[in-house]
């Protein structure tokens, strides 16, 4: 595989396909999660483009079974166009096996009076110090795509060095931070990296506007449970405030299976 210039997008089209960069690879041989579910919401979001139809609320993806670090073949199409709200939905395929899905749900804006907004609260993560437990020091991969900075309080800001496509991928680019929360609460749990294997099985996503700038907060929070399953829910920000919510559904796993995504 060839070396990618340090602006290059993660995946390039080919033709049907979309190759990844050796910059999407995880740390067990094949591609990133965080990278997979940007891809799959990156051609949603230019799908919705394409239909005009408006503002992302909310992106949900399904990780089916481990990507390998090959083309991928993404298949999007409507599920409804509305007047004010359209869904879309993408299947992603590699080496003849479905590996992810996704869906995606935009809204047409309108105005009205008097609305329930949460207070803006700007910040300015280019300030804070880089992530000391940041994936980079230890294999390269997904995680050289990511700037990580640490307010010290339980919130990571993180922003895309380079972008997912050729495309603008707003949303896209929240999915891939906020893929990492799991990461960031057992960093600020002092559990990082973990005794065990912690892989979402999903990951979704729901936003009150549109993002804001390249920086995304996340201040997340596990639940995890003696029978080896959990959630990792967080918090959003973006460079205005407030922006959403994620949640991911974990298992837990033996250090030793193979495999296995890190999230």
Same mark, same amino acid.
């Given at each position: 595989?060839?070396?990618?210039?340090?602006?290059?997008?993660?995946?390039?089209?080919?033709?049907?396909?979309?190759a990844p960069g050796a910059v999407a690879a %995880?740390?067990?041989?094949?591609?990133? %999660?965080?990278?997979?579910?940007?891809?799959?919401?990156?051609?949603?979001?230019a799908e919705a483009r394409r239909n005009d139809?408006?503002?992302?609320?909310?992106?949900?993806?399904?990780?089916?079974?481990?990507?390998?670090?090959?083309? #991928?073949?993404?298949?999007?199409?409507?599920?409804?166009?509305g007047g004010r709200v359209s869904v879309f939905?993408?299947?992603?395929?590699?080496?003849?096996?479905?590996?992810?899905?996704?869906?995606?749900?935009?809204?047409?804006?309108?105005?009205?009076?008097?609305?329930?907004?949460?207070?803006?609260?700007?910040?300015?993560?280019?300030?804070?110090?880089?992530?000391?437990?940041?994936?980079?020091?230890?294999?390269?991969?997904?995680?050289?795509? #990511?700037?990580?900075?640490?307010?010290?309080?339980?919130?990571?800001?993180?922003?895309? #060095?380079?972008?997912?496509?050729?495309?603008?991928?707003?949303?896209?680019?929240?999915?891939?931070?906020?893929?990492?929360?799991?990461?960031?609460?057992?960093?600020?749990?002092?559990?990082?990296?973990?005794?065990?294997?912690?892989?979402?099985?999903?990951?979704?996503?729901?936003?009150?506007?549109?993002?804001?700038?390249?920086?995304?907060?996340?201040?997340?929070?596990?639940?995890?449970?003696?029978?080896?399953?959990?959630?990792?829910?967080?918090?959003?920000?973006?460079?205005?405030?407030?922006?959403?919510?994620?949640?991911?559904?974990?298992?837990?796993?033996?250090?030793?299976?193979? %495999?296995?995504?890190?999230?």
């Open positions: 595989m060839e070396a990618a210039a340090p602006h290059d997008p993660i995946f390039t089209a080919e033709g049907d396909f979309w %995880g740390p067990f041989g094949g591609l990133h %999660g965080g990278a997979v579910s940007g891809l799959i919401v990156a051609r949603l979001e139809a408006g503002v992302a609320l909310s992106a949900s993806v399904l990780l089916l079974r481990p990507a390998p670090m090959s083309a #991928l073949h993404v298949e999007t199409r409507a599920l409804r166009v939905e993408a299947i992603v395929s590699a080496e003849g096996k479905r590996i992810a899905q996704g869906a995606a749900t935009f809204a047409r804006t309108a105005t009205v009076e008097n609305p329930l907004e949460a207070p803006g609260a700007a910040a300015n993560p280019v300030g804070l110090p880089a992530w000391k437990d940041h994936p980079s020091n230890r294999w390269r991969g997904f995680f050289d795509a #990511l700037d990580i900075r640490d307010d010290g309080d339980g919130c990571k800001w993180g922003r895309l #060095l380079r972008p997912l496509t050729n495309e603008p991928s707003p949303l896209a680019d929240l999915f891939a931070v906020a893929d990492c929360a799991t990461a960031f609460d057992l960093s600020y749990r002092g559990l990082f990296p973990a005794p065990f294997g912690h892989p979402n099985v999903d990951i979704a996503i729901h936003v009150s506007r549109r993002p804001h700038g390249a920086w995304v907060g996340v201040a997340a929070n596990s639940d995890w449970r003696r029978e080896a399953v959990g959630l990792t829910e967080a918090r959003l920000f973006d460079e205005k405030g407030v922006l959403g919510r994620s949640c991911q559904a974990i298992v837990i796993t033996p250090r030793e299976a193979k %495999g296995r995504r890190d999230p």
